[in-house]
C-alpha cells in the first residue's frame, strides 16, 4: 500500500484449528502490531492484543482504502499420484491452514485443490476431473510457498 498509516508489519493474521480434521471453521485472529492502528468493523481493536475475527467481519489498517473482509472459503484436498511421505507431510500443513483432505482420496464435486508431483501433470481420471470442474491443480512446491509466506 502507498498509505504511509500501514506498517511494513501491521498486524499479524492467526489461523487456529478448532479440531485435528477441521470439520469446524478453523479460528481467525488479528493481533494489531502497528503505531497506526488497525480496525474491525469500524471499532478500532487494542494495540498487541489478539482479536478474534468472524465472517464478513471488515479490517482496516491506514485509511479506509485499505480494507480487506474476511470470507471463509472451504479448502478441500485431493492427491493425484503423491508419494506416502510427501502426502503425510502435505495433509499436515494443509490441516494446519484449516483445509480438509478428501476421504479415501476420491473425487467429489466439492474438491477445491488436487494435488500433483511436482514438475509432472499424470493424465488420470482425477486430473481430467479437474480440468473439467475448473479446480486448481497445484503442486507440493505450491503448498510450501503458501504455507510458509502465510506464517
Not at 485435528?20 to 478500532?44: E, M, W, Y
Request: proline share 3%; net charge positive.
Amino acid at each position: 500500500s502507498d498509505d504511509r498509516r500501514v506498517s511494513r508489519v501491521h498486524a499479524h493474521i492467526q489461523i487456529e484449528v478448532v479440531d485435528a480434521c477441521n470439520v469446524q471453521r478453523p479460528k481467525i485472529f488479528i493481533t494489531d502490531l502497528s503505531k497506526f492502528g488497525t480496525s474491525v468493523n469500524d471499532v478500532r481493536i487494542a494495540n498487541k492484543q489478539r482479536h478474534e475475527l468472524h465472517e464478513n467481519d471488515r479490517v482496516c489498517v491506514g485509511v479506509a482504502a485499505s480494507t480487506f473482509t474476511i470470507r471463509w472459503r472451504p479448502f478441500l484436498a485431493l492427491f493425484s499420484r503423491i508419494g506416502s511421505a510427501d502426502k503425510r507431510a502435505m495433509k499436515i500443513s494443509i490441516l494446519k491452514m484449516g483445509g480438509q483432505i478428501s476421504k479415501h482420496n476420491e473425487w467429489r464435486n466439492d474438491i477445491t485443490h488436487l494435488f500433483i508431483p511436482n514438475n509432472n501433470l499424470p493424465l488420470t481420471a482425477k486430473v481430467i476431473s479437474a480440468v473439467i470442474a475448473d479446480k486448481a491443480i497445484v503442486t507440493m512446491e505450491w503448498l510450501n510457498y503458501v504455507f510458509t509466506h502465510g506464517e
